[in-house]
Antibody
Framework: EVQLVQSGAEVKKPGESLKIACKGS????????IGWVRQMPGKGLELMGI????????KYSPAFQGQVTISADKSIGTAYLQWRSLKASDTAIYYC????????????WGRGTLVTVST | QSVLTQPPSVSGAPGQRVTISCTGN?????????VHWYQQLPGTAPKVLIS???NRPSGVPDRFSGSKSGTSASLAITGLQAEDEADYYC???????????FGGGTKLSVL
């Protein structure tokens, strides 16, 4: 079964760093792109950026450029989303999703990782 | 504010037909880029409903259909059912931003 398994929920304080993970299985991880999508409480979907899992080429949406880092380790079939200094406004559900080709739809989604940033 | 504009909400009675619009510009839908549609049921991850403007992935009922004209795309749902109550999002590539973008989402209520 093709699936993306995301790491568990996180509770952090403002200013702390965080790295969440997304592990692909049931397919050739390196042949696909992985996207990270933010969904703030009660709000819509926002594409943060994508990474080619095999080459680690990244593309960030302008609003997220410089705010987060997307990376991948193809040897263990895992993509990551990282923050250096969290803000309360980073509280959201973060989904990873698989994309077959450039401009293809995101056809497989993880269940999401809830990140809560609060004092 | 997304570059793809969707109505915040639509509603319809069971059995009726509803459409959800997705309005873009000359850099995305108007440039010829395909549109994908996603359904997000409450408390779950999104699921692709329509790919490449009008294609239904395996398992998606033929009550769902997609189309595009000019700078806009539409998702049509016929024979509305209670289980269709969800949020719907369009997605397309934007050549000005050089990334794919999602529409703001539309909440479908089945009366």
């Amino acid at each position: 079964e093709v699936q993306l398994v995301q790491s568990g929920a996180e509770v952090k304080k403002p200013g702390e760093s965080l790295k969440i993970a997304c592990k692909g299985s049931g397919y050739s991880f390196s042949d696909y792109w992985i996207g990270w999508v933010r969904q703030m409480p009660g709000k819509g979907l926002e594409l943060m950026g994508i990474i080619s899992a095999g080459y680690s080429q990244t593309k960030y949406s302008p609003a997220f450029q410089g705010q987060v880092t997307i990376s991948a380790d193809k040897s263990i079939g895992t993509a990551y989303l990282q923050w250096r200094s969290l803000k309360a406004s980073d509280t959201a559900i973060y989904y990873c999703a698989r994309q077959g080709e450039w401009l293809a739809p995101f056809d497989v989604w993880g269940r999401g990782t809830l990140v809560t940033v609060s004092t | 504010q997304s570059v793809l504009t969707q109505p915040p909400s639509v509603s319809g009675a069971p059995g009726q037909r509803v459409t959800i619009s997705c309005t873009g510009n000359i850099f995305n839908i108007g440039a010829g880029y395909d549109v994908h549609w996603y359904q997000q049921l409450p408390g779950t991850a999104p699921k692709v409903l329509i790919s490449d403007t009008k294609n239904r992935p395996s398992g998606v009922p033929d009550r769902f259909s997609g189309s595009k004209s000019g700078t806009s795309a539409s998702l049509a749902i016929t024979g509305l059912q209670a289980e269709d109550e969800a949020d719907y999002y369009c997605q397309s590539y934007d050549s000005d931003l050089s990334v794919s973008v999602f529409g703001g989402g539309t909440k479908l209520s089945v009366l």
